[in-house]
Structures are given as C-alpha cells and as structure tokens.
C-alpha cells in the first residue's frame, strides 16, 4: 500500500470499525471502517455536532487546513467537528487497504447512500449523537450533504452544499466518464491489476490534465491566477501542481469515488421524483455554488435550491472556479465563514 495513505502525510485520523455495512446496489462490506478526525469536544447534550463528508480526491487533512479554526464558523471551541473521509478515499476503507476478499478491482461498488449510511451508523453508534447542528461539504461532500438531508431529514438541523448538486448532471457524468477513462485506457492499468500507482503514471498524469481544464475556470487562467499562486507558466503549474496532487492516488481508489460522484441521486430515496425528495429536506438550508464552477454551475444548483423549503442560495464568488475548494481564493474563504456563521445563527 501506498505511503501516501499515511497519518505523516494526511493525519491526524482514527479508525473506527462499524461492523458491516450493507450496499445499495447489493452485498455487505464486513467489518468496515471508517478512518475520521474529530476536533473540539461534544457538550454532555450533544448538540453541538457538525459533520464534514470528504470530496473527490480530498481527504479530512484539506478539510482541516482550509476550513478549521478558531474564530472561523467551524470553530473547534465551539462545536465538535467530525470529518469523515468517504469510503474509497483511501483513508476509510477503499480498494487499497481492504482485505484481500474484496482488495483492488474487487472492492464492491459504492454509492453515495452507502456512505450516508455508515456515517448514521457511526454518529448513532459510537458517538450516541441523534442530531446535527450542521452538515457542511463540497463537491462530493455536498452530495452526501443533500443525501444526509433527505435520507435522514430529521437528524439534520442545518446543512450547506457548497459546489455540489443533490442530482448530479448528465453533462457532468460524461465529463466524470472522461476522468475514468484517461485511467483506465493506461495500459498499465490492466484492467485495475497493477501492482502500484506509478505504474498508471500516463493515465494518472492524463486525469490530472484533464482536472486542470474543468477544475479552473478559463477566468482563472486569463487572469494568470496560476502565476499568483507561485507558478512560472501554465506548463509549470500543470507539471509542479496538478500532476504531482494525483500522480501518488491509488487508480481504483479515484474509480470508486468516480462512479458514485457520477451517480449521485437524492432521488433515489422517492423513486426518481426529485422534487419529491427535496421536498422532505428539513434542514435550513444554505445552497453555495462557485460563480465559475463548471462541474456545478450556478443554474444547477439554483434549479434545485428553489424546490427545498427554508433554503437559501448563497453564491461564492471566486475565478478560480471548482477548485476553489482547495482554499486558494482567501476573499471567497472569508464569504463561506460569514455565510456559515450566518446558517448557525438561523434558529
């Protein structure tokens, strides 16, 4: 297994064993678990509970760094963060740490409920907590944030998507088709047999590429964005960045993340009526797109933020698009704590 799945390089975390997990699209997952880092203390009400899920990629280290802190709205002498790295991440139980029953290519398929439900079960379990004060992710993470909100509408006080949809687009399936088969066409993948990431090194460098023309904005690059962050040119930041963030990403770690971010679908919980499904969101709700996001545009998401109740769409404004989630734009930083301290005042 890969070292970059390390406490050196993405702690602190813990891991927490929920016993099995049953799948939606069939089969368990014995003696899963979890891997979460927790920060600040639950009150003896335990009520004071905001829960993190991770995104694409990231893991509950990014989170921490770009999102944690005292005097922030997630501050940790206020409320108990629990940040929960999503199944596939390579943290939580993936295709690279699993036993050999179901190691590699023969990790079972995830879907962004299963996630949903082993963190219920983690919370309702080991924690004892019956309800959260706020459930707060991006781009996968608002997946699982939506699925939290409709799955389970009564344990959700709060809750604020940012740059994510509770149905995800066709536009974007196809796209997150890409991503997969600049992988998967590596030669070197064989069919998900290799023995290790630098093996898939093209298609791991074609995935990163790929990330840099949707992950950006084209304003980001026309306003040299890129060079403000300390690179020379486009190739630079391409070959010095982007390249080396997937280059050491277990292959079939990023697929099972890969296809359930493709089809992520609250509706699922109302037999495909969407409306429906957004309709039993309970939580107040703050809806927070990226102005230039082209994975989940503005449109999408006020197309759904329209249909919850006690909802409100609050727009981040960054040219650094997607990946502005990585905390690069500290004025768009600033408008997310502000927009989420506002969410925790709303009663």
Same mark, same amino acid.
């Given at each position: 297994?890969?070292?970059?799945?390390?406490?050196?390089?993405?702690?602190?975390?813990?891991?927490?064993?929920?016993?099995?997990?049953?799948?939606?699209?069939?089969?368990?997952?014995?003696?899963?678990?979890?891997?979460?880092?927790?920060?600040?203390?639950?009150?003896?009400?335990?009520?004071?509970?905001?829960?993190? $899920?991770?995104?694409?990629?990231?893991?509950?280290?990014?989170?921490?760094?770009?999102?944690?802190?005292?005097?922030?709205?997630?501050?940790?002498?206020?409320? %108990?963060?629990? &940040?929960?790295?999503?199944?596939?991440?390579?943290?939580?139980?993936? $295709?690279?740490?699993?036993?050999?029953?179901?190691?590699?290519?023969?990790?079972?398929?995830?879907?962004?409920?299963?996630?949903?439900?082993?963190?219920?079960?983690?919370?309702?379990?080991?924690?004892?907590?019956?309800?959260?004060?706020?459930?707060?992710?991006?781009?996968?993470?608002?997946?699982?944030?939506?699925?939290?909100?409709?799955?389970?509408?009564?344990?959700?006080?709060?809750?604020?998507?940012?740059?994510?949809?509770?149905?995800?687009?066709?536009?974007?399936?196809?796209?997150?088709?890409? #991503? &997969?088969?600049?992988?998967?066409?590596?030669?070197?993948?064989?069919?998900?047999?290799?023995?290790?990431?630098? @093996?898939?090194?093209?298609?791991?460098?074609?995935?990163?590429?790929?990330?840099?023309?949707?992950?950006?904005?084209?304003?980001?690059?026309?306003?040299?964005?890129?060079?403000?962050?300390? %690179?020379?040119?486009?190739?630079?930041?391409?070959?010095?960045?982007?390249?080396?963030?997937?280059?050491?990403?277990?292959?079939?770690?990023?697929?099972?993340?890969?296809?359930?971010?493709?089809?992520?679908?609250?509706?699922?919980?109302?037999?495909?009526?969407?409306?429906?499904?957004?309709?039993?969101?309970?939580?107040?709700?703050?809806?927070? $797109?990226?102005?230039?996001?082209?994975?989940?545009?503005? @449109?999408?998401?006020?197309?759904? @933020?329209?249909?919850?109740?006690?909802?409100?769409?609050?727009?981040?404004?960054?040219?650094?698009?997607? #990946?502005?989630?990585?905390?690069?734009?500290?004025?768009?930083? *600033?408008? #997310?704590?502000?927009?989420?301290?506002?969410?925790? #005042? *709303?009663?």
């Amino acid at each position: 297994m890969s070292n970059y799945y390390s406490q050196e390089i993405h702690g602190p975390y813990q891991l927490i064993n929920i016993g099995n997990l049953n799948l939606y699209e069939g089969g368990v997952i014995e003696e899963c678990f979890l891997a979460i880092s927790t920060f600040g203390k639950l009150n003896s009400e335990k009520s004071n509970a905001i829960l993190i $899920p991770t995104w694409y990629s990231g893991t509950s280290k990014i989170m921490l760094d770009a999102y944690i802190g005292e005097g922030r709205a997630l501050d940790p002498d206020k409320y %108990f963060i629990i &940040i929960v790295n999503q199944i596939g991440n390579g943290l939580s139980i993936s $295709p690279s740490n699993a036993p050999e029953k179901i190691h590699g290519k023969k990790f079972p398929k995830i879907r962004i409920c299963d996630d949903v439900d082993a963190q219920h079960k983690l919370l309702k379990e080991h924690f004892k907590i019956n309800q959260l004060e706020l459930v707060v992710g991006g781009s996968m993470g608002a997946q699982q944030t939506f699925e939290w909100s409709v799955r389970y509408p009564d344990f959700v006080k709060r809750a604020a998507p940012i740059a994510g949809t509770a149905k995800n687009s066709e536009h974007d399936f196809v796209f997150t088709d890409t #991503l &997969i088969e600049a992988i998967t066409s590596d030669p070197a993948y064989q069919s998900g047999d290799y023995e290790n990431s630098k @093996q898939v090194s093209i298609g791991l460098e074609r995935h990163a590429k790929l990330w840099t023309v949707m992950g950006w904005s084209t304003e980001f690059f026309r306003a040299a964005r890129h060079q403000s962050l300390g %690179f020379k040119d486009i190739h630079d930041f391409i070959a010095n960045f982007m390249i080396p963030y997937f280059s050491e990403m277990d292959p079939n770690n990023l697929l099972t993340m890969a296809y359930k971010w493709q089809r992520a679908d609250v509706s699922l919980n109302t037999e495909g009526d969407l409306l429906s499904a957004l309709r039993k969101i309970k939580a107040k709700t703050y809806v927070m $797109p990226i102005s230039h996001d082209m994975f989940f545009t503005c @449109q999408d998401c006020l197309a759904e @933020q329209k249909s919850i109740k006690n909802s409100q769409l609050k727009v981040l404004d960054s040219i650094d698009g997607h #990946l502005g989630l990585f905390g690069t734009d500290s004025k768009m930083m *600033e408008q #997310l704590d502000l927009y989420l301290k506002d969410l925790l #005042l *709303e009663i």
